[in-house]
T-cell receptor, first 108, second 113 residues
Framework: DAKTTQPPSMDCAEGRAANLPCNHS???????VYWYRQIHSQGPQYIIH???NNETNEMASLIITEDRKSSTLILPHATLRDTAVYYC?????????FGTGTRLKVLA | DAGVTQSPTHLIKTRGQQVTLRCSPK?????VSWYQQALGQGPQFIFQ???????QRGNFPDRFSGHQFPNYSSELNVNALLLGDSALYLC????????????FGSGTRLTVV
């Protein structure tokens, strides 16, 4: 199972892009990169996932480096409701190994 | 469209007792996973059920057991409760496997006193 490194906390001004990095240098070839977020007292919420191509959906964009050793989650226009803990999870099996994530605080 | 439903939302038990937590998966989902989240930590995988069988298990003792019913709902049982079992217990569902990601419920907050 790949290990991940994420900054423990980040601040972002409301309306600006939030770029959350994740290092997963030991990721295996068959492991996708999943991103979830957890707002206080709720269960984790799926955001996006990818294998090696960049992905975009209505919530965010995911940029994965060519060597797949790191990725960046981009929230294009952060709002106060995006304040949460964000988890990057490489996974090729049925289970997730959550790290401690990045606590993103969006500032008004 | 109802998401993942967990019950109860909060529970207080005494050390040594047994507890059963329940989960109804999102409509159309057939796979249920359980996670334990201690305060300030990320969730830890307990096990996953698919076709009424335990498909994969995390590093948890046998005191933790589960069941999946024909309607895909699931129960998590914990015997001989310890103070350290106090945590938020999360249920997550998906179709077939992780695929497009899991849908998590809001959890059951278990306090052991």
């Amino acid at each position: 199972d790949a290990k991940t490194t994420q900054p423990p906390s980040m601040d972002c001004a409301e309306g600006r892009a939030a770029n959350l990095p994740c290092n997963h240098s030991t990721i295996s070839g068959n492991e996708y990169v999943y991103w979830y977020r957890q707002i206080h007292s709720q269960g984790p919420q799926y955001i996006i996932h990818g294998l090696k191509n960049n992905e975009t959906n209505e919530m965010a964009s995911l940029i994965i480096t060519e060597d797949r050793k790191s990725s960046t989650l981009i929230l294009p226009h952060a709002t106060l409701r995006d304040t949460a803990v964000y988890y990057c999870i490489p996974s090729g099996t049925y289970k997730y190994i959550f790290g401690t994530g990045t606590r993103l605080k969006v500032l008004a | 469209d109802a998401g993942v439903t967990q019950s109860p939302t909060h529970l207080i038990k005494t050390r040594g007792q047994q507890v059963t937590l329940r989960c109804s998966p999102k409509s159309g989902h057939d796979t249920v996973s359980w996670y334990q989240q201690a305060l300030g930590q990320g969730p830890q995988f307990i096990f996953q059920y698919y076709e009424e069988e335990e498909r994969q298990r995390g590093n948890f003792p046998d005191r933790f057991s589960g069941h999946q019913f024909p309607n895909y709902s699931s129960e998590l049982n914990v015997n001989a409760l310890l103070l350290g079992d106090s945590a938020l217990y999360l249920c997550a569902s998906s179709y077939g496997g992780q695929g497009d990601g899991y849908t998590f419920g809001s959890g059951t907050r278990l306090t052991v006193v």
